[in-house]
């Protein structure tokens, strides 16, 4: 049975209209892309130059999902190159921007605010900036050509933000909670780990989800100035190879593009489990 | 053992002197209560004893050892926060435990100790559940139980009540004075509430504006507050202040008049007294409806009427509140005039600076059935 909505969650009928308009509005913005892209993957080649254009399309098929593997055989590589490099990096900023997170959220230390501000700074700066001369400092290390030169840049240029995040969340579990820990005994690091990281589970999952998708964002640009090597090419890369010399077989590059997002996707799902709010729920009254 | 000196503590924040040159001794197995008004400094005060902030000089000594240095477990101490902060993701089980567990002693005795105290604190049934799941009370009990199973020397309390509701509060006060009975540990334990410091304590700090007001037992402060502040904190409602003038001293007390009326108190006299203001603190519980030592007349503008007594609110011609606490139902009305008796026996004196000059009775005489009884 609904509820009966509150009063101040009381609307008219007209406010209501318009409230599912502007829904309407930018949700297909956002999704008709998508639909669009689906719809072309399903279609012949044929079909998709065809005037008229058709939206739905006939005699549509899942054939381009099949056909893609064998156009572009190394497709496989490079979704498993883009998810390990992701992986990676999350797991890196994961572990570094933890313990970071909390002592810029509990201890009072000299430059914290000026630290802050800088990564800030450097948030400010995309990746594409500093690219030459990240190339020339790869170049010296000898490093270019790997997988280290994608991964290393991404955690580097994700740290940033993820300790901001993960930063303004932890100062909202009371301090109170540490103090208490503290007083039995507890060390710093029993804290973090017995009762800071389970508390500040939902945050640190939003960090990882962040992070993987930025990740996933960003190889793009890493991948095609720092690796020549096609064995290591991410997938965003990888979709490049079904522009052809002549034509851009579209169905394909639809259906790999689809293909491709799908471990993030899944990845995304099981994360979410973890974003429950409400967790500190009779830690202190509120 | 736990007993505690605190010798010439003082806290800065930056300029801000917060604690001013505090000196306390507390004995072992004594239930003290710090009180006074909201930021006087008595959260400041309980963290440098638990080892929570440092203080600026001076030094806490606990069993005649300097522990200034040391971090809380090594000093013997256990603390209950004021918001509780229980652990969320944790059951109560858990919650109770986590000292132990940080000690890394053996699972049974974990279970062992754990179980002895949620039986003390009744939270037996509520062992499986978390914090969330609780009521106000059992928040309480379960933040005391991760306190009493270490099993401290000193006991800190950091005004554990004042979350709960006014019957829960009842309830919990009593709760915590048969513990302390049981546990014969020594405990501090700060509020703001007088009636919680006044049914708990053995001693009573007040504390005013990060200094020591008195010291004493409850009922001394309420006979014989040394200075105008504990007069005017301890006692509810609030005592009377009126101003007097001094006509003579002897060694009967201090001659005072009063829009006309003369009395004299029963206060020890100092020298150089006549002719100075004074001022006079009369309990609201000790005035009587006629005449009296002294009579004044008022006229009530507000009357609370509680059954058990009556409380009429009036204003002295001088401006200070008058207020009038009568058992029953008393004959007086709003508007009507109100005449009130005060016997010189019961009044406080008190000089220009706010000291009070010493009552010459024996607060134990006047409380005789409380001190006979115990
Ligand atoms: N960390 C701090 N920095 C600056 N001032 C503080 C700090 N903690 C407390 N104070 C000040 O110290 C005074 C006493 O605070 P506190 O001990 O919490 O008072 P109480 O517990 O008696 O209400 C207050 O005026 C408060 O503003
Ligand atoms: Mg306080």
């Known amino acids: 049975m609904r509820e009966p909505a509150q009063l101040i969650n009381r609307y008219r009928w007209y406010e209501i209209v318009g409230i599912y308009c502007g829904i309407?509005?930018?949700?297909?913005?956002?999704?008709?892309?998508?639909?669009?892209?689906?719809?072309?993957?399903?279609?012949?080649?044929?079909?998709?130059?065809?005037?008229?254009?058709?939206?739905i399309p006939e005699n549509g098929s899942f054939e381009a999902y099949r056909t893609m593997w064998e156009s572009v055989p190394g497709f496989a590589r490079y979704i498993f190159n883009s998810f390990f490099i992701s992986t990676i990096v999350t797991t890196v900023v994961l572990c570094m921007v933890v313990p970071a997170a909390y002592a810029f959220a509990r201890f009072e230390f000299k430059g914290r605010g000026t630290l802050l501000a800088a990564f800030l700074a450097v948030n400010m700066f995309s990746g594409a900036v500093l690219l030459i001369p990240l190339f020339r400092l790869m170049r010296t290390l000898g490093v270019l050509n790997t997988y280290f030169a994608m991964i290393v840049p991404g955690v580097a240029f994700l740290i940033p933000s993820a300790i901001w995040l993960l930063r303004t969340y932890m100062m909202r579990i009371p301090r109170e909670l540490d103090e208490a820990a503290y007083v039995d005994g507890a060390?710093?690091?029993?804290?973090?780990?017995?009762?800071?990281?389970?508390?500040?589970?939902?945050?640190?999952?939003?960090?990882?989800?962040?992070?993987?998708?930025?990740?996933?964002?960003?190889?793009?640009?890493?991948?095609?100035?720092?690796?020549?090597?096609?064995?290591?090419?991410?997938?965003?890369?990888?979709?490049?190879?079904?522009?052809?010399?002549?034509?851009?077989?579209?169905?394909?590059?639809?259906?790999a593009s689809f293909v491709g997002i799908a471990p993030a996707m899944i990845v995304i799902f099981f994360l979410q489990r973890y974003l429950v709010s409400g967790l500190t729920a009779g830690a202190v009254k509120q | 053992m736990g007993q505690l000196k605190l010798d010439k503590i003082q806290k800065f924040y930056g300029d801000f002197e917060v604690l001013k040159s505090i000196g306390l001794e507390v004995k072992n197995g004594e239930f003290v209560v710090f009180v006074g008004p909201s930021g006087c400094g008595k959260s400041t005060l309980l963290r440098m004893i638990a080892g929570l902030d440092s203080t600026s000089t001076g030094d806490i000594l606990i069993d005649g050892v300097r522990v200034n240095d040391k971090p809380p477990v090594q000093r013997g101490i256990a603390m209950v926060f004021q918001s509780y902060a229980l652990y969320p993701h944790m059951t109560v089980f858990e919650n109770i435990?986590?000292?132990?567990?940080?000690?890394?002693?053996?699972e049974e005795t974990i279970r062992e100790k754990v179980e002895a105290v949620a039986k003390i604190l009744q939270l037996d049934k509520r062992l499986h559940q978390k914090p969330g799941m609780l009521s106000g009370g059992q928040r309480q009990r379960v933040a005391i139980g991760r306190a009493i199973v270490r099993e401290p020397k000193i006991f800190l309390f950091d005004e554990p009540l004042s979350n709960?509701?006014?019957?829960?509060?009842?309830?919990?006060?009593?709760?915590?004075?048969?513990?302390?009975?049981?546990?014969?540990?020594?405990?501090?334990?700060?509020?703001?509430?007088?009636?919680?410091?006044?049914t708990m304590a053995d001693r009573i700090v007040v504390l005013n504006a990060g200094e020591i007001a008195q010291v004493g037992a409850p009922l001394e402060l309420y006979h014989k507050p040394q200075n105008l502040f504990v007069a005017g904190f301890i006692g509810n409602p609030?005592?009377?202040?009126?101003?007097?003038?001094?006509?003579?001293?002897?060694?009967?007390?201090?001659?005072?008049?009063?829009?006309?009326?003369?009395?004299?108190?029963?206060?020890?006299?100092?020298?150089?007294?006549?002719?100075?203001?004074?001022?006079?603190?009369?309990?609201?519980?000790?005035?009587s409806l006629g005449s009296g030592d002294l009579t004044v007349t008022v006229t009530p503008s507000v009357i609370e009427r509680l059954g058990v007594n009556t409380v009429a609110y009036a204003a002295l011609p001088s401006g200070e509140n008058y207020c009038a606490l009568l058992p029953g139902s008393a004959p007086v009305r709003v508007g009507a005039p109100m005449q009130t008796g005060i016997r010189a026996t019961d009044c406080h004196l008190f000089d220009g600076k706010g000291q009070a000059f010493e009552r010459r009775v024996d607060w134990q005489t006047l409380d005789r059935p409380a001190v006979t009884a115990a």
């Open chain 1, 24 to 55: 309407a509005v930018f949700l297909t913005f956002v999704l008709a892309p998508f639909v669009e892209g689906f719809l072309v993957s399903l279609k012949p080649l044929s079909q998709l130059f065809s005037s008229p254009y058709r939206f």
């Open chain 2, 238 to 287: 609030k005592m009377n202040f009126m101003p007097v003038t001094c006509t003579a001293t002897d060694e009967h007390g201090v001659t005072v008049s009063y829009a006309g009326q003369s009395v004299t108190l029963p206060v020890a006299a100092r020298p150089d007294l006549v002719g100075q203001t004074l001022t006079l603190g009369i309990r609201p519980e000790h005035l």
């Open chain 2, 97 to 106: 435990a986590f000292p132990l567990r940080v000690e890394r002693l053996p």
């Open chain 2, 164 to 198: 709960l509701d006014a019957a829960l509060r009842a309830d919990m006060r009593i709760e915590l004075s048969k513990l302390h009975q049981d546990l014969k540990a020594t405990m501090i334990y700060v509020t703001h509430d007088q009636v919680e410091a006044m």
């Open chain 1, 187 to 255: 060390s710093h690091f029993y804290t973090l780990r017995r009762v800071i990281l389970p508390i500040a589970m939902p945050g640190i999952t939003v960090v990882a989800i962040t992070t993987f998708i930025g990740s996933y964002a960003q190889q793009f640009i890493f991948a095609l100035t720092f690796n020549a090597k096609s064995e290591y090419m991410p997938l965003p890369v990888g979709l490049f190879a079904y522009f052809g010399r002549q034509e851009v077989v579209w169905n394909e590059l639809m259906a």
